[in-house]
């Protein structure tokens, strides 16, 4: 049995050289009003929780009169509630040196180890939703893999997102959105096994790891049930609420063999499928690993590409058809990456939107512009033609 320590006494006790008592406190029993007789030894007392061989170890650790410190276990009480008790001893010797029984103390742990417990609960679950964090779905995940590897099966691991829920959160208030979560994580329980993890990220998303799976297509039916129970109708704030879920999936041993790897890619997957439109899956691919290490390449280098000049601007005249005259030129800009050499901006662009850095950059292209007729007007150039910019 576990060692726990004992804060402080609620009864004592003595025992005879047999191990059967010869007084207990009424304290250790006030809790329980489980009769204790004198004369009853410890294991013929209505004990659980100390298995056949943790008490066959007790009884040789009295026989041998060795003290011993912190025995747990636990008394049904008599409206059938459990009781947690903690006890201490120490043999009790006469003059002759002979072992005239032990005599010990006792600790009612109930509340504390309830207390423990629901604060060890708290460190490996979602409070809102009851789901395991991420700290617990890794932990469970490295153990499908480790599993995964031994029997030659698979480990699936899926991202979630639903669509949507910024509005429904900004709309309805955040009561209704944590009523939401909990609904989609009751739901999610439903579409996986007891074996499955679910796990709440924070926010919207969350992570499902599905395990023994005999191949990678198995999931596939699995997220297609969470795309179609997802999308029946919720009930948030009285009214009646529609989502959905954008989701990626990647597979162990195929994909990655670490619980961050799979967890990044599985990430990615998840975008991929929110670009092509939501509410569908996507699985992962290694030419996702190579468009999002590009993507965070781009994403460095056009930071530091305005401190170091390394744009430039093409002119392309605008002609008019009728006449064949120039009424105007376009800025066009370029990257001149000094690894990447001239970066076209199909390619940076939308790096640039989706990292916020088109602003500065759009007002690069303004300013470079603006130099270039300076004396003829906003927008004109030097022989008064218009001039626009194209990003």
């Known amino acids: 049995v576990p060692s726990r320590h004992a804060s402080s006494t609620n009864g004592y006790w003595d025992q005879r050289p047999d191990h059967r008592s010869t007084l207990l406190s009424s304290t250790l029993v006030t809790k329980t009003r489980v009769q204790t007789n004198v004369g009853t030894a410890r294991w013929e007392l209505p004990i659980v929780g100390v298995t056949p061989a943790q008490w066959d170890e007790h009884r040789k650790l009295l026989d041998r009169h060795e003290p011993f410190k912190n025995f747990c276990y636990q008394i049904k009480t008599v409206s059938g509630d459990l009781r947690t008790f903690s006890i201490s001893g120490s043999p009790v010797f006469g003059p002759d040196g002979e072992c005239r029984g032990y005599r010990g103390i006792g600790t009612d742990i109930t509340d504390r180890e309830s207390a423990a417990k629901q604060i060890e609960y708290l460190a490996f679950h979602d409070a809102l939703t009851g789901l395991p964090n991420r700290m617990l779905i890794r932990d469970r995940c490295e153990q499908s893999m480790a599993q995964a590897g031994r029997d030659g099966t698979k480990v699936a691991l899926l991202y979630l997102d639903l669509d949507n829920f910024k509005s429904i959160n900004d709309t309805l208030g955040h009561d209704a959105g944590d009523a939401l979560l909990r609904q989609v994580a009751a739901r999610l329980r439903e579409c996986v096994r007891d074996t499955d993890t679910i796990s709440r990220q924070g926010?919207?998303?969350?992570?499902?790891?599905?395990?023994?799976?005999?191949?990678?297509?198995?999931?596939?039916?699995?997220?297609?049930?969470?795309?179609?129970?997802?999308?029946e109708p919720f009930l948030a704030a009285d009214q009646e609420v529609s989502t959905s879920v954008s989701m990626g999936a990647t597979v162990f041993p195929d994909d990655g063999r670490d619980f961050e790897t799979l967890r990044r890619q599985a990430d990615m997957a998840m975008y991929r499928a929110k670009d092509a439109g939501r509410n569908t899956y996507r699985f992962f691919d290694e030419a996702m690993n190579v468009e999002a290490t590009e993507h965070l390449v781009l994403r460095n280098g056009l930071r530091r590409a305005l401190a170091r000049d390394e744009f430039m601007l093409h002119y392309q005249p605008q002609i008019d058809?009728?006449?064949?005259?120039?009424?105007?030129?376009?800025?066009?800009?370029?990257?001149?990456?000094?690894?990447?050499?001239?970066?076209?901006?199909?390619?940076?662009?939308?790096?640039?939107?989706?990292?916020?850095?088109?602003?500065?950059?759009?007002?690069?292209?303004?300013?470079?512009?603006?130099?270039?007729?300076?004396?003829?007007?906003?927008?004109?150039?030097?022989?008064?033609?218009?001039?626009?910019?194209?990003?």
């Open 203 to 231: 926010g919207d998303e969350f992570l499902v790891v599905l395990r023994d799976l005999p191949d990678a297509e198995a999931a596939s039916g699995i997220m297609l049930k969470i795309m179609e129970r997802l999308q």
């Open 321 to 391: 058809l009728a006449s064949g005259a120039v009424i105007g030129v376009e800025a066009l800009i370029r990257w001149n990456h000094p690894e990447l050499s001239m970066v076209a901006p199909a390619r940076f662009i939308p790096v640039a939107e989706d990292s916020a850095l088109i602003v500065p950059l759009g007002g690069w292209v303004v300013r470079e512009v603006a130099g270039h007729t300076v004396g003829e007007g906003k927008g004109v150039d030097r022989g008064g033609r218009r001039c626009s910019t194209k990003i």
